[in-house]
Structure formats: C-alpha cells, structure tokens
C-alpha cells in the first residue's frame, strides 16, 4: 500500500535533506500529538462546572429551597455524580485500551499518513460532539457515554502512527533525549487543552470541546499533505537502530547468514548494489512475536501502573484541587497545569539520564521509588500555601510522568528496533501498541477507582497511587538486575575478574 500511494511531491523538491525531513517529522508529530491531548484535556476541567457549589453563587433562581443542585448540568446533578463522572472517564478508557491493541496491527499495514490524519479528523469530531450536547441542551447520560467511546476508539489511531514515523526517522543513539523532549507533546497538549477549556468553561462549556476538536482536525489535514513515513519515500537512507555486532559489519555474513532483512545498519549504497533487496519487505510481526522480545511485558505491566497514577491526576487534579484547597474551576485547571509542566521536564530528564547510563528500567525504577513519598508529601502539605502547592505539583509532575514518557517513546522505540528482529522495521507500531495498550488498561482503571474511592476521602485516593507506583517499580526488578550486570560486566574486567 505504502509503495501504491505515494508522498506528495510537494515535498519532494523543497527539502534538501534528511535532517529537514527529521525535523519536518518530529514537528508534525509533535503537533499531531499535542492535538490529541489538547482534546482530552477539556473534560477534566469541565467536570467542576457539570456540577459546582450552587451555594456560592447566590439564591436559587427557581425559588426551590430544597434543590441545592440547581446549577448543574444533568444528568451530573445528584450525588452520585463522581461515579458518573468515573463512568466517562472509563468509557473513554476502557475503549483506548481495547482500540489500542488493535490499532498497531492497522498501523503495521496502512499508510500511516492516511492511518493517522483520518483519526485525527473522526477524533475532532467526536470531541467537538461531546461540546454539542450544551448547546444542544442534551441531559441524557448515554449520548455522552457514546460520544466517549467512539473518541476512545478513533483516539488509538494516534500513539502508534506517531512513535513509528519517529522510529523510522531516528536511530538509537540519542533517542531517549529527542524523544524525552519530543515526549513534551503530551505536557503542551495537557496545559493548551487546560487553558482553551478554562477560558469557556465557566461561560459556554460547550466550547471548551468544539474549539479543541477544530484544531486537531485542523492539525490532521496538514498531516495529510505533508507528512513523510519511511526515509525510504524520499530516498535517505534509513538510521541505525542497535549496534551493529560483527557478523552486520561483514556484508557476506549478511547475506549468507541473515538474508535480506538486516537492512538497518546499511547505507543506501548497499541497497543498490543488492537489486532483489528492495522489492522484498519484511512481513509485520505478529502479536505473539511482539510479546516474545525481551523486555515487552515487563515494560507493558510496568506502564500499566505508572500510566494509572499519571491518567488519574489528568482527570482528576483539577477537581482534587477545587475541592481540598477550595479554588474556582478555571483557578483549579490553569493550576493543575504545573503538573504537566513538571512532566515535560521529568521527561527529558528521564531521557537524557538513560541515554547517558544505558539503563531504562533503571532510570524508571529510580523516579517511581522517589515518586511514592512525593505523593504521599503532597496530600498532606501540598495546600498549606500556593507557593508549596506550586513546588510539590512540579516535582511530582517529574517524578510521575518521567518514567511514563520514557518507557511510551524511548523503551517502546528500542523495543520496537530490537536487534533481535534482525532489522525488521514492520514491529514499530504493534510493539508501541502493546505497550501503550496495557497502559492504557492502568489508565481506565485509575480515574475509575479514583471515581469509587474518593467517596470515603482523597487519602485513600493518594494511598491507592502509590501502591501503583511501588507495583510498578517491582515488576521491572529483573530488568534493572540484568541493566545492573551489564554495568559490572565491563567494571570487573577492567579489575582483571573473570565474568560469567
């Protein structure tokens, strides 16, 4: 399909190099994925306008004594309403994560421009349609329990398109660096898609969701014409994704030994000289082959709670923030903003720390052990002054989102490039989908249990995120032992020790 629909030749003639078609790659990218969040965001925000404290907004006009939830919006307005709003929440999620393990293997075989635009024009305007339901004056819980799940769905086009096309571009070299700062989409979509939803949300929330949706179509159609997939459409040469052991550098042991498939390594040159090589793709990896590379499914159950603390403060700071430190809706959303801050420089800290050390698990594992008393430091001091309050949403931010951006682009990136595929870049999108699709399963199950818990108080609530993250950091204990013999394999040769 790929070799059927061409790129357009817009883009051809204009850019002279690889490093302006990276670049153009990571820009649009970047862009794609700011949008997605950008209209995950309004939601959150919305919540405490769905159902505020009617009290403090004077007599009721309806003149009934007894109806003291007369400003919210039904079906939000009983008492139950945070299980309802835990029932959105979920809908969306548990709909990401079940798309999520399907969507890769479409991403394996469908042009990945069309894959990802074509998402992101359903996605605007399924977002936009939960912002219709206000002006449509709709007060019926399924229409937006509908709306939910249809965004869910359509939002799995996203990750996978996004991590693959970087894949393609970038090597292994400094991946966790780019891509820790690459990473900072989801921050930037968090904080743009806070502010757009405040800046309505007590007016006509109803565009806190239109305005969002517009753009991410917007976003979409340039995606459209101008994004390019493989370096191979343009004739660059593809990057380096592991290094290249000695039987790679020896071209006869290639060919005699591995076949065609270990192209990665090769420059353009190469694939001239071997005219059967370009006209044989490799097959996409099935889902049991993904699951079979080393580090797949600890990274995966890893994600699973590490991605349940991170989606759990997405949906529910800013409602966490009006109700314990007593702010206005748009106060709570532009404050709740911090912590996204915090989270694009956890990010590339996180990055830049692995690329240094060689040691994912270990970076990850480090930030979640420092995360759990951060937690539990926030809840019970974090509202004692704003300038408090501000420092403890930054770091915890970090620490949170840290080993959560790490392990969704660098780790999903490397695992995806594995040296035991033997260049075989048809694993990009079905390794990032397995992974992002078992953290999406920690994703709708934390703003659900947030949802039940927080009834009984937000202690349990915090109580309940760092048992995640101490999970979390457990299940990549074998990872981080094998990270930490790697390191003391050259140290004790060094000292003149026999390794075993």
């Given at each position: 399909?790929?070799?059927?629909?061409?790129v357009?030749?817009?883009?051809?003639?204009?850019?002279?190099?690889?490093?302006?078609?990276?670049?153009?790659?990571?820009?649009?990218?970047?862009?794609?994925?700011?949008?997605?969040?950008?209209?995950r965001?309004?939601?959150?925000?919305?919540?405490?306008?769905?159902h505020?404290?009617?009290?403090?907004?004077?007599?009721?006009?309806?003149?009934?004594?007894?109806?003291?939830?007369?400003?919210?919006?039904?079906p939000?307005?009983g008492?139950?309403?945070?299980?309802?709003?835990?029932?959105?929440d979920?809908?969306?999620l548990?709909?990401?994560?079940?798309?999520?393990?399907?969507?890769?293997?479409?991403?394996?075989?469908?042009?990945?421009?069309?894959?990802?635009?074509?998402?992101?024009?359903?996605?605007?305007l399924?977002?936009?349609?939960?912002?219709?339901?206000?002006?449509?004056?709709?007060?019926?819980l399924?229409?937006?329990?509908?709306?939910?799940?249809?965004?869910?769905?359509?939002?799995t086009?996203?990750?996978?398109?996004?991590?693959?096309?970087?894949?393609?571009?970038?090597?292994?070299?400094?991946?966790?660096?780019?891509?820790g700062?690459?990473?900072?989409?989801?921050?930037?979509?968090?904080?743009?898609?806070?502010?757009?939803?405040?800046?309505w949300?007590?007016?006509?929330w109803?565009?806190?969701?239109?305005?969002?949706?517009?753009?991410?179509?917007?976003?979409?159609?340039?995606c459209?014409?101008?994004?390019?997939?493989?370096?191979?459409?343009?004739?660059?040469?593809?990057?380096?994704?592991?290094?290249?052991?000695?039987?790679?550098?020896?071209?006869?042991?290639?060919?005699?030994?591995?076949?065609?498939l270990?192209?990665?390594?090769?420059?353009?040159?190469?694939?001239?000289?071997?005219?059967?090589?370009?006209?044989?793709?490799?097959?996409?990896?099935?889902?049991?082959?993904?699951?079979r590379?080393?580090?797949?499914?600890?990274?995966?159950?890893?994600?699973?709670?590490a991605?349940?603390?991170?989606y759990?403060?997405?949906?529910?700071l800013?409602?966490?923030?009006?109700?314990?430190?007593?702010?206005?809706a748009?106060?709570?959303?532009?404050?709740?903003?911090?912590?996204?801050?915090?989270?694009?420089?956890?990010?590339?800290?996180?990055?830049?720390?692995?690329?240094?050390?060689?040691g994912?698990?270990?970076?990850?594992?480090?930030?979640?052990?420092?995360?759990?008393?951060?937690?539990?430091?926030?809840?019970h001091?974090?509202?004692?002054?704003?300038?408090?309050?501000?420092?403890?949403?930054?770091?915890?931010?970090?620490?949170?989102?840290?080993?959560y951006?790490?392990?969704?682009?660098?780790?999903?990136?490397?695992?995806?490039t594995?040296?035991?595929?033997?260049g075989?870049?048809k694993?990009?999108?079905?390794?990032?989908?397995?992974?992002?699709?078992?953290?999406?399963?920690?994703?709708?199950l934390?703003?659900?249990?947030?949802?039940?818990?927080?009834?009984t108080?937000?202690?349990?609530?915090?109580?309940?995120?760092?048992?995640?993250?101490?999970?979390?950091?457990?299940?990549?204990?074998?990872?981080?032992?094998?990270?930490?013999?790697?390191?003391?394999?050259?140290?004790a040769?060094?000292?003149?020790?026999?390794?075993?």
């Open positions: 399909l790929r070799q059927l629909i061409p357009p030749q817009t883009l051809t003639s204009p850019l002279p190099s690889s490093h302006s078609y990276r670049g153009l790659t990571l820009v649009l990218t970047f862009l794609s994925y700011t949008s997605y969040h950008l209209s965001k309004p939601i959150s925000i919305v919540k405490s306008q769905l505020p404290n009617c009290s403090t907004l004077g007599p009721n006009p309806h003149n009934d004594s007894n109806n003291t939830n007369w400003c919210s919006w039904a939000f307005d008492d139950n309403y945070k299980e309802l709003f835990g029932a959105l979920n809908a969306f548990v709909a990401y994560a079940i798309g999520m393990f399907i969507s890769g293997i479409f991403g394996e075989r469908l042009p990945l421009r069309y894959y990802l635009s074509g998402g992101m024009v359903l996605s605007g399924f977002t936009a349609l939960f912002g219709l339901g206000y002006f449509w004056d709709i007060h019926v399924w229409y937006f329990i509908v709306v939910q799940v249809c965004n869910g769905l359509v939002q086009t996203g990750w996978p398109a996004v991590v693959a096309c970087v894949g393609n571009w970038f090597g292994k070299g400094k991946r966790g660096l780019i891509m700062i690459w990473n900072s989409h989801t921050s930037v979509g968090n904080i743009l898609g806070s502010l757009i939803a405040g800046a949300v007590s007016s006509a109803g565009l806190s969701f239109v305005v969002p949706g517009i753009i991410i179509i917007i976003v979409g159609i340039i459209f014409f101008f994004l390019v997939e493989y370096p191979e459409d343009v004739d660059c040469s593809p990057p380096l994704h592991h290094v290249m052991t000695t039987s790679e550098k020896d071209p006869e042991a290639v060919t005699s030994n591995e076949g065609p270990s192209l990665s390594g090769q420059s353009s040159v190469d694939h001239s000289n071997s005219p059967k090589e370009p006209a044989e793709e490799p097959e996409a990896i099935s889902f049991l082959g993904a699951l590379i080393p580090g797949v499914v600890e990274f995966s159950l890893c994600l699973l709670f991605k349940l603390v991170s759990t403060f997405l949906y529910w800013p409602l966490y923030i009006v109700n314990v430190a007593h702010f206005g748009k106060e709570a959303g532009d404050l709740s903003t911090l912590f996204d801050a915090g989270g694009i420089l956890g990010g590339i800290f996180a990055g830049l720390i692995s690329d240094y050390t060689g994912r698990a270990t970076t990850c594992c480090v930030m979640l052990v420092v995360a759990a008393p951060m937690l539990f430091l926030y809840n001091v974090g509202q004692n002054g704003i300038g408090t309050s501000i420092a403890m949403l930054i770091i915890c931010g970090a620490l949170v989102n840290g080993p951006a790490l392990i969704t682009t660098a780790v999903s990136a490397d695992l995806g594995h040296e035991s595929l033997k075989n870049a694993a990009l999108s079905t390794v990032t989908a397995i992974i992002d699709g078992t953290g999406s399963v920690g994703a709708a934390g703003p659900l249990l947030a949802g039940l818990i927080s009834p108080g937000w202690n349990n609530v915090f109580y309940m995120l760092i048992a995640a993250d101490v999970l979390a950091c457990l299940l990549l204990a074998r990872v981080v032992v094998k990270e930490a013999r790697g390191w003391c394999g050259p140290m040769r060094q000292r003149g020790y026999v390794v075993t």
